[in-house]
């Protein structure tokens, strides 16, 4: 017998790994390029055009003023009386003022050190209650 005459055949037992890597970033770039992020709708507030004022009736605004502590000051109009609120609370409120009088403005006063927190869970409530005319403020001292 010859050794020229028998091959012998290396089988291996692993898998070619060489490509790997480039397989994995040719699908990371895929998915980069496939996916789409949604975008965050935010609140969609109608501002108006600059310059522009209105004069509005103490009677037609329901004046909201959020505290540090999360608690909100209700005071309707020109009135000297406040009432404190939790701003779960105040869905209810603004359908009966908003039943009462169809044109009443929501005048939301946010503390400045109020956190972010209290003025959007007013906010959303507000919302809730599909409130419309709605005035953003920052609370002077």
Do not use: C
Request: net charge neutral; charged share 25%.
């Amino acid at each position: 017998m010859s050794i020229l005459g028998k091959k012998k055949s290396k089988v291996s037992d692993g898998v070619n790994m060489a490509s790997t890597a480039d397989i994995a970033f040719l699908l990371l770039i895929f998915f980069l390029v496939t996916t789409t992020f949604p975008k965050d709708k935010g609140l969609s507030i109608v501002l108006p055009e600059p310059g522009e004022e209105a004069q509005v009736s103490q009677k037609n605004i329901l004046h909201l003023i959020i505290q540090p502590s999360g608690i909100v000051d209700v005071k309707r109009g020109e009135s000297q009386q406040i009432v404190q609120m939790r701003p779960s609370e105040i869905e209810g409120l603004w359908r009966q003022e908003v039943s009462a009088n169809p044109n009443m403005i929501a005048a939301v006063k946010t503390d400045p050190e109020a956190p972010y927190k209290f003025m959007i869970d007013v906010l959303d409530a507000l919302k809730r209650a599909n409130a419309e005319r709605i005035s953003l403020q920052i609370l002077e001292n």
